[in-house]
């Protein structure tokens, strides 16, 4: 029993019956015993928010209320739901994403003077008398996602469900829905062998023997045809029921009799099934209760909550106003990347981020990933005793009540509080931007970074917040990972953010820039808050806040309009009624109509296509040609990339290839007859382009480039020899390739606005050096550099055509190409079909031109 309902066992039952019936949860606040730890009065933004939930939004079926890190949401959250309690009679959840929050929120409670019981872990390990007060209504519960979600929910009678850090619940209520096979178990080749007659068999042979490097990205994930799982799913369910563990029927019991409703995503580490939005609607326990109501730090426009709670529309309370340009705290970034080495001490040869975590005794480390943070320890030269882990059941609270060590959290952007002297340093290292395979495949192949963008930026901002839990609070927050320094330098990015945290991450950029002492000196006084802070950092920070504004994109706004629309194709997909699914499928291609949305359109294409497809007969021929002309249309808005053209192939005997590909197929064919066709020479020659590309040395790293750009099937593939041209090009008739090889700098640092300026004109160089008119469209130059974060005042002057990639991008395309070289050696020449073999081989092995710029030009700089 929790002690905050200890009375209750005192005799106390029937006093708490009789108390009055509050008007409204402001009413309320005024009812709850005086607790030392309570909050004295409400802040005036939360009693608007109140008075605006009573007043409009009481009888709602779904409302959300924004108010972010600081402003006091979980009392407003609490509030509501003891008011609804109280007021209405209603059975009460108080639902959290972690086991770490409900705890929070129940202590927040005790606090408070509201009654609440604990039921998370375990319900067999439940008290009985605490479930006995929710069920009679005498207490709220504060509960876990996992306990309404799950396909034996807890909670099935409540009348009002309240979620906090709603922001954060896609993963928590997708998960209810999806499957996670590992390619290392047996459901894994289950399924392969299962699916073989429909796919490629170089592809399935490829999955089944792969094995990825635990640092490899994402990047090669496929999207499976929804007609091929259709057309196996009996088979599929057969296959998975006799071979997944025990732990994984459960989520499997939900999907088994609508796999053709999910969509599967395949690599050589796993499979992921999942429907795109999850189906709420069919889940008693979410659609009965009176109310749902939804407590977010940041509710944005895009539909992001909408998608992730699987509902069509849902009223908003927003955030109160200034408060963005007010915030919680302050924070001084710090961007080790930026340090200027060159008027630094010399001959420093340590981990300069740890000098800086060591101003303070006690740290918060928030990484991606537990091997991330694994790393961090291990740099930070961390001992067992002063480490803390978030994982442990314990390691929060004991790292609350330890005087001094650093606190490892893995993917914890939300429910911490490190409030005061809790924690004044963290370290934030690497972009949150994926969960599952889903959010993967949307970013990098996809591309409909649009759609992901609010679920990225909550998470970075309530992650930079873990620290700074009030106004008068303050903290250092120290910034590593290319890909988040990369983020949090681009203006686009920053622009969306609230105003106070954009002009902290501007001073911060700019305060970093100075020599490693001097940087430690700004932390020190950061961490005073001295006076050199108060009459320098301060004001600066003030400055720049006025002339900061908050931009969203016009993408944004257009994805909103749509996820009710989204949400209605998924629930009628779920139910497997396709030609429902697939003419609101066509609906919401009609509506994506922002030009940023493209890619994300193309896939609705493909739905609406597929789903209609699976209607025949009773879709009527106009839709099916309407949904064919659409696909037609989704394919050539996915230019650069060729998730699309992957799903045609599955469909198809013949690989259609585009004439850039068709080009090199012929050149590839031709250099296999000529100087491959000694197995001798040909080992020699890759083995030097392999060395080449792995050595920082930049004269041999050119000439694995040259090597590169031959077995990649370039007509052309040689350096330029004009005095400041670029280091390597390839030559195909339909498309150019410059590529500027930095190999020589180290990771860490800013590629120069010297740098961008140059690589802007090589491909012009290029086309006066060929005496050509033009320069074919779709060309484009790469920066190969382990140095991936750009100078942020370069940006805006970058050509839409010049990208980034890193030097062990550049390697993996190499060994890629070597590997589907090795795997056309058995194939004759004098075969009939060996052409179309080969094309096969090197399409599945990602190589072909097309699929070269699809890897190399993930990352524009502008």
């Given at each position: 029993?929790?002690?905050?309902?200890?009375?209750?066992?005192?005799?106390?039952?029937?006093?708490?019956?009789?108390?009055?019936?509050?008007?409204?949860?402001?009413?309320?606040?005024?009812?709850?015993?005086?607790?030392?730890?309570?909050?004295?009065?409400?802040?005036?933004?939360?009693?608007?928010?109140?008075?605006?939930?009573?007043?409009?939004?009481?009888?709602?079926?779904?409302?959300?209320?924004?108010?972010?890190?600081?402003?006091?949401?979980?009392?407003?959250?609490?509030?509501?739901?003891?008011?609804?309690?109280?007021?209405?009679?209603?059975?009460?959840?108080?639902?959290?994403?972690?086991?770490?929050?409900?705890?929070?929120?129940?202590?927040?409670?005790?606090?408070?003077?509201?009654?609440?019981?604990?039921?998370?872990?375990?319900?067999?390990?439940?008290?009985?008398?605490?479930?006995?007060?929710?069920?009679?209504?005498?207490?709220?519960?504060?509960?876990?996602?996992?306990?309404?979600?799950?396909?034996?929910?807890?909670?099935?009678?409540?009348?009002?469900?309240?979620?906090?850090?709603?922001?954060?619940?896609?993963?928590?209520?997708?998960?209810?829905?999806?499957?996670?096979?590992?390619?290392?178990?047996?459901?894994?080749?289950?399924?392969?062998?299962?699916?073989?007659?429909?796919?490629?068999?170089?592809?399935?042979?490829?999955?089944?023997?792969?094995?990825?490097?635990?640092?490899?990205?994402?990047?090669?994930?496929?999207?499976?045809?929804?007609?091929?799982?259709?057309?196996?799913?009996?088979?599929?369910?057969?296959?998975?029921?006799?071979?997944?563990?025990?732990?994984?029927?459960?989520?499997?019991?939900?999907?088994?009799?609508?796999?053709?409703?999910?969509?599967?995503?395949?690599?050589?580490?796993?499979?992921?099934?999942?429907?795109?939005?999850?189906?709420?609607?069919?889940?008693?326990?979410?659609?009965?209760?009176?109310?749902?109501?939804?407590?977010?730090?940041?509710?944005?426009?895009?539909?992001?909550?909408?998608?992730?709670?699987?509902?069509?529309?849902?009223?908003?309370?927003?955030?109160?106003?200034?408060?963005?340009?007010?915030?919680?705290?302050?924070?001084?970034?710090?961007?080790?990347?930026?340090?200027?080495h060159e008027i630094s001490a010399p001959e420093y040869d340590g981990y300069f981020g740890a000098d800086i975590m060591k101003r303070t005794g006690k740290q918060l480390v928030l990484t991606t990933s537990q091997k991330d943070a694994d790393t961090v320890a291990k740099s930070l030269g961390l001992?067992?005793?002063?480490?803390?882990?978030?994982?442990?059941?314990?390691?929060?609270?004991?790292?609350?009540?330890?005087?001094?060590?650093?606190?490892?959290?893995?993917?914890?952007?939300?429910?911490?509080?490190?409030?005061?002297?809790?924690?004044?340093?963290?370290?934030?290292?690497?972009?949150?931007?994926?969960?599952?395979?889903?959010?993967?495949?949307?970013?990098?192949?996809?591309?409909?970074?649009?759609?992901?963008?609010?679920?990225?930026?909550?998470?970075?901002?309530?992650?930079?917040?873990?620290?700074?839990?009030?106004?008068?609070?303050?903290?250092?927050?120290?910034?590593?990972?290319?890909?988040?320094?990369?983020?949090?330098?681009?203006?686009?990015?920053?622009?969306?953010?609230?105003?106070?945290?954009?002009?902290?991450?501007?001073?911060?950029?700019?305060?970093?820039?100075?020599?490693?002492?001097?940087?430690?000196?700004?932390?020190?006084?950061?961490?005073?808050?001295?006076?050199?802070?108060?009459?320098?950092?301060?004001?600066?920070?003030?400055?720049?806040?006025?002339?900061?504004?908050?931009?969203?994109?016009?993408?944004?706004?257009?994805?909103?309009?749509?996820?009710?629309?989204?949400?209605?194709?998924?629930?009628?997909?779920?139910?497997?009624?396709?030609?429902?699914?697939?003419?609101?499928?066509?609906?919401?291609?009609?509506?994506?109509?922002?030009?940023?949305?493209?890619?994300?359109?193309?896939?609705?294409?493909?739905?609406?296509?597929?789903?209609?497809?699976?209607?025949?007969?009773?879709?009527?021929?106009?839709?099916?040609?309407?949904?064919?002309?659409?696909?037609?249309?989704?394919?050539?808005?996915?230019?650069?990339?060729?998730?699309?053209?992957?799903?045609?192939?599955?469909?198809?005997?013949?690989?259609?290839?585009?004439?850039?590909?068709?080009?090199?197929?012929?050149?590839?064919?031709?250099?296999?007859?000529?100087?491959?066709?000694?197995?001798?020479?040909?080992?020699?020659?890759?083995?030097?382009?392999?060395?080449?590309?792995?050595?920082?040395?930049?004269?041999?790293?050119?000439?694995?480039?040259?090597?590169?750009?031959?077995?990649?099937?370039?007509?052309?593939?040689?350096?330029?020899?004009?005095?400041?041209?670029?280091?390597?090009?390839?030559?195909?008739?339909e498309c150019w390739v410059s590529i500027e090889a930095k190999s020589e700098q180290r990771s860490g640092g800013l590629l120069s606005m010297e740098y961008v300026r140059q690589a802007n004109t090589q491909l012009d160089s290029l086309a006066a050096d060929r005496k050509a008119e033009s320069v074919?469209?779709?060309?484009?130059?790469?920066?190969?550099?382990?140095?991936?974060?750009?100078?942020?005042?370069?940006?805006?002057?970058?050509?839409?055509?010049?990208?980034?990639?890193?030097?062990?991008?550049?390697?993996?395309?190499?060994?890629?190409?070597?590997?589907?070289?090795?795997?056309?050696?058995?194939?004759?020449?004098?075969?009939?079909?060996?052409?179309?073999?080969?094309?096969?081989?090197?399409?599945?092995?990602?190589?072909?031109?097309?699929?070269?710029?699809?890897?190399?030009?993930?990352?524009?700089?502008?």
């Amino acid at each position: 029993m929790t002690d905050n309902n200890s009375f209750a066992t005192m005799g106390f039952k029937t006093r708490a019956k009789t108390l009055r019936k509050p008007s409204s949860p402001e009413d309320l606040f005024s009812d709850l015993p005086r607790r030392p730890q309570g909050v004295p009065a409400l802040w005036s933004h939360q009693a608007d928010q109140l008075r605006t939930y009573h007043s409009l939004y009481k009888d709602s079926a779904n409302v959300a209320l924004e108010l972010p890190t600081g402003s006091g949401k979980t009392l407003v959250g609490l509030l509501i739901a003891e008011w609804r309690r109280r007021a209405l009679d209603q059975r009460v959840v108080y639902a959290c994403p972690t086991v770490q929050l409900a705890r929070q929120v129940n202590t927040a409670a005790l606090n408070e003077g509201i009654p609440t019981v604990l039921l998370t872990g375990k319900s067999s390990n439940w008290d009985p008398r605490e479930k006995l007060m929710y069920a009679s209504g005498a207490a709220v519960a504060v509960t876990t996602y996992n306990h309404v979600f799950n396909s034996n929910p807890k909670f099935a009678d409540a009348g009002t469900l309240v979620f906090d850090d709603a922001h954060a619940a896609e993963n928590y209520v997708a998960e209810s829905w999806a499957l996670k096979i590992p390619a290392s178990g047996k459901a894994y080749t289950a399924l392969l062998d299962v699916l073989r007659p429909s796919l490629p068999e170089d592809l399935v042979t490829r999955l089944a023997g792969s094995v990825a490097l635990p640092d490899q990205p994402d990047v090669d994930i496929r999207l499976l045809p929804v007609s091929v799982v259709d057309h196996h799913k009996t088979e599929i369910e057969t296959a998975l029921q006799a071979s997944l563990p025990d732990d994984d029927k459960w989520n499997f019991s939900r999907l088994r009799s609508n796999l053709a409703s999910c969509l599967f995503y395949v690599n050589g580490r796993g499979m992921y099934l999942r429907p795109m939005i999850p189906p709420t609607f069919d889940h008693p326990a979410f659609v009965d209760p009176a109310q749902r109501v939804y407590l977010s730090a940041t509710l944005g426009r895009s539909g992001e909550l909408e998608r992730a709670f699987g509902i069509a529309s849902v009223e908003r309370v927003p955030v109160p106003q200034q408060w963005d340009r007010t915030g919680s705290g302050r924070r001084f970034f710090v961007f080790p990347d930026f340090v200027n080495h060159e008027i630094s001490a010399p001959e420093y040869d340590g981990y300069f981020g740890a000098d800086i975590m060591k101003r303070t005794g006690k740290q918060l480390v928030l990484t991606t990933s537990q091997k991330d943070a694994d790393t961090v320890a291990k740099s930070l030269g961390l001992k067992a005793e002063d480490k803390f882990e978030v994982r442990d059941p314990e390691g929060f609270s004991n790292f609350l009540k330890a005087e001094s060590g650093t606190l490892l959290a893995p993917n914890r952007y939300d429910g911490m509080d490190l409030a005061d002297n809790a924690c004044r340093m963290m370290l934030m290292v690497g972009l949150p931007a994926f969960s599952h395979m889903q959010d993967s495949f949307f970013d990098q192949r996809l591309r409909a970074k649009e759609v992901l963008g609010e679920r990225v930026q909550t998470r970075i901002v309530q992650g930079l917040g873990r620290c700074t839990r009030g106004p008068k609070d303050y903290a250092v927050v120290v910034v590593e990972g290319e890909d988040l320094v990369h983020y949090l330098s681009r203006k686009e990015n920053v622009s969306s953010l609230p105003i106070e945290l954009q002009a902290e991450i501007s001073f911060g950029m700019t305060t970093s820039d100075v020599s490693r002492e001097h940087l430690l000196q700004l932390v020190d006084s950061a961490l005073s808050q001295d006076e050199l802070w108060q009459t320098q950092a301060e004001p600066e920070i003030a400055d720049l806040r006025t002339s900061a504004q908050k931009a969203e994109s016009s993408a944004i706004v257009n994805l909103g309009e749509n996820a009710g629309r989204e949400v209605q194709a998924w629930r009628a997909a779920w139910a497997q009624n396709w030609q429902e699914a697939g003419r609101l499928a066509l609906d919401v291609y009609e509506h994506l109509t922002d030009s940023g949305l493209k890619s994300y359109r193309a896939l609705w294409a493909y739905l609406a296509y597929s789903w209609i497809s699976l209607s025949k007969p009773e879709a009527s021929s106009e839709t099916l040609r309407k949904a064919t002309e659409m696909l037609s249309q989704a394919h050539r808005a996915t230019y650069g990339t060729t998730w699309l053209k992957e799903l045609q192939t599955y469909a198809s005997d013949s690989l259609q290839l585009d004439s850039v590909d068709e080009s090199a197929v012929d050149a590839i064919v031709a250099y296999k007859e000529g100087p491959a066709a000694s197995a001798t020479k040909y080992d020699a020659t890759s083995s030097k382009m392999n060395a080449a590309l792995m050595q920082p040395d930049s004269a041999e790293y050119e000439g694995g480039l040259q090597i590169l750009g031959k077995l990649l099937g370039a007509a052309e593939s040689y350096k330029p020899s004009f005095k400041g041209r670029t280091d390597c090009v390839w030559i195909w008739d339909e498309c150019w390739v410059s590529i500027e090889a930095k190999s020589e700098q180290r990771s860490g640092g800013l590629l120069s606005m010297e740098y961008v300026r140059q690589a802007n004109t090589q491909l012009d160089s290029l086309a006066a050096d060929r005496k050509a008119e033009s320069v074919p469209e779709g060309s484009f130059t790469v920066v190969a550099s382990p140095r991936l974060v750009v100078d942020p005042d370069a940006v805006p002057i970058a050509r839409e055509w010049l990208y980034l990639v890193n030097t062990t991008e550049v390697l993996r395309l190499g060994l890629d190409a070597d590997r589907a070289w090795k795997a056309i050696r058995t194939i004759s020449t004098a075969d009939t079909d060996h052409r179309a073999r080969i094309a096969r081989v090197f399409w599945e092995h990602g190589v072909l031109p097309s699929q070269v710029k699809e890897r190399l030009t993930r990352n524009p700089v502008r």
